[in-house]
Structure formats: structure tokens, C-alpha cells
């Protein structure tokens, strides 16, 4: 696999994950469900995830950039299993409305799970053909990678508004700024 086709991949997967973040703030307006602290943590996941992406398609693929995800993979996958098992006990309600009759952490298990796979895949396809000393980023890059921040942007200030400086309540009914 060559350098242009892992850099593709890196930036669709960039898209893929800021999309990802992007609609759980939308839903999270929408449906006005504010997301618990295990949900936020879940986010930072998808942000470190997207972090290792960006790398990618900044400074090209570099197999230490595949770590990042990695770590950022694993933290989320971690927190929505945490997640999923408060709520796999029958007669448990689950947190948040389903999203194709399967709520959004065990939706973003499966994202992370996915992203794991993923990587391994692409670490697999790994040759020196994908080390390139003189890579330049591409507009669809610069434009995937300004999304993904303004997706991050609106997600601090989102947590901010809901949490303020202080803890996030285990089971929010309100915006802390709009209290």
C-alpha cells in the first residue's frame, strides 16, 4: 500500500471519528440528553483517537502516531464496556435514547472496537513505501482536520456549560450554566 492511500485512509477515518463526535453533540441538543461522566469520558476517547488521526494527516503516517490511537481506542473501549455492563443487568434501564435500538456506549464500543481492528489492518499493510520524508498535507486534509477541531471546540464548551469547574453529576438533568 502506498503513502496516498494510507493518508486517505487516515483522513477518512479522521472524518469518520469527528462525524462520530460531532452527532453525539448534536443528539445531545436534539434530544436534549446530557451526556453522564462515563459518556464524556467516552469522548475524550473518540478526541484521542481523532488526536492520533490528525497526526496522520498533518505529518504523515507514522507507525508512532498508531500508538496514540491505539491508547485512545483502548481508553474509550474501556469506559463504554464500564458502560455497557452497568446496564446489561435485565430490568437496568439504559442511559439515553438507542440509536438503532442500541444505545450510544455500547455504539461507541463497537466504534472503538472497530478502530482497533482497523489499525492492526493498516500496521499489517505497513511498508517502506508509507515512510515519506517530503509529505505534504492536502486541502481535503486541512479541511477533515480544521472539522475534527471544531468538533473537539464544541465539545469542551458543551462540557463546560453542563459540568462548569466542578464535578459532572452522575445523572444530569440540567445545564450547569443555565441553573
Known amino acids: 500500500m502506498n503513502n496516498k492511500n494510507v493518508v486517505l485512509l ?15 453533540s448534536v443528539l445531545q441538543v436534539v434530544l436534549n440528553e446530557l451526556p453522564c461522566p462515563l459518556c464524556l469520558l ?4 473518540f478526541m484521542l483517537v481523532m488526536f492520533g488521526f490528525m497526526l496522520n494527516v498533518i ?3 507514522q507507525q508512532r502516531h498508531y500508538g496514540v490511537l491505539i491508547i ?13 455492563s452497568l446496564h446489561v443487568i435485565p430490568g437496568t434501564p439504559g442511559f439515553g435514547s438507542p440509536i438503532f435500538g442500541i444505545h450510544y456506549y455500547t455504539w461507541a464500543f463497537i466504534i472503538f472496537s472497530l478502530t482497533i481492528v482497523g489499525i492492526a489492518v493498516l500496521q499489517l499493510l505497513w511498508n517502506k513505501d508509507c515512510n515519506n520524508n517530503d509529505y505534504k498535507m492536502n486541502k481535503f486534509g486541512k479541511f477533515v482536520c480544521l472539522l475534527a477541531i471544531f468538533a473537539v471546540v464544541v465539545n469542551v464548551v458543551s462540557t463546560f456549560i453542563e459540568c462548569g469547574p466542578y464535578q459532572c ?8 450554566l443555565f441553573n
Open 42 to 45: 467516552q469522548r475524550l476517547g
Open 59 to 61: 505529518y504523515g503516517p
Open 169 to 176: 453529576p452522575d445523572n444530569p438533568i440540567t445545564y450547569w
Open 72 to 84: 485512545g481506542a483502548l481508553f474509550g473501549a474501556a469506559t463504554a464496556l464500564r458502560q455497557v
Open 10 to 24: 487516515n483522513t477518512l477515518g479522521l472524518l469518520g471519528i469527528t462525524f462520530v463526535l460531532l452527532m453525539a
